[in-house]
């Protein structure tokens, strides 16, 4: 079954036989829980992207509080994964880079990671944050 599609036609989740089902995965070890509800967008905007690219879209950090991450990161606050890069070819990685960044929209940021001691990656975060949580209180 092909991908619904939205009027401005971004990809909605695959459906298969009447459930949802995202088509993305977690490196083994890596936490979701308690993830902003705004993080789903790019979840799905990755598994579409990279799709095109003949690879899969694997979250490799996202929550866990095991991971090396800033003392001010968003990964503390649910607003930020990481994204496994190794399977696209990096001449093309750049490109990933911003079609991610395209699709995402103006509340999210992403980022081609090549920190020493990490594996290069996308990072990709959630700007909305501090917004949404002033607005509460």
Same mark, same amino acid.
């Given at each position: 079954r092909?991908? %619904?599609?939205?009027?401005?036609?971004?990809p909605l989740? &695959?459906v298969e036989?009447?459930? =949802?089902? #995202?088509m993305? =995965? !977690?490196k083994?070890g890596v +936490?979701?829980k308690?993830?902003?509800?705004?993080m789903?967008?790019?979840?799905?905007?990755?598994e579409?992207?990279?799709r095109?690219y003949?690879a899969?879209?694997?979250?490799?950090?996202g929550?866990?509080?095991?991971?090396p991450h800033?003392?001010?990161?968003r990964h503390?606050?649910?607003?930020?994964?990481?994204?496994r890069v190794h399977d696209?070819? +990096?001449?093309y990685?750049?490109?990933? %880079?911003k079609k991610?960044?395209?699709?995402?929209g =103006?509340?999210f =940021?992403v980022?081609?990671?090549?920190s020493t001691?990490t594996a290069? &990656? !996308? &990072?990709? +975060?959630? #700007?909305?944050l501090?917004?949404?949580?002033?607005?509460?209180?």
């Amino acid at each position: 079954r092909q991908p %619904r599609h939205r009027r401005d036609r971004r990809p909605l989740v &695959h459906v298969e036989r009447g459930t =949802k089902q #995202l088509m993305v =995965k !977690l490196k083994p070890g890596v +936490s979701i829980k308690g993830i902003a509800p705004e993080m789903f967008w790019p979840i799905q905007v990755a598994e579409y992207v990279y799709r095109t690219y003949g690879a899969e879209a694997v979250i490799t950090s996202g929550t866990e509080t095991d991971a090396p991450h800033a003392l001010v990161s968003r990964h503390w606050a649910g607003a930020a994964f990481d994204f496994r890069v190794h399977d696209v070819a +990096s001449e093309y990685w750049e490109v990933l %880079r911003k079609k991610m960044e395209e699709a995402c929209g =103006k509340d999210f =940021k992403v980022v081609l990671e090549r920190s020493t001691g990490t594996a290069p &990656h !996308l &990072h990709v +975060s959630f #700007l909305g944050l501090e917004a949404r949580q002033k607005s509460r209180g």
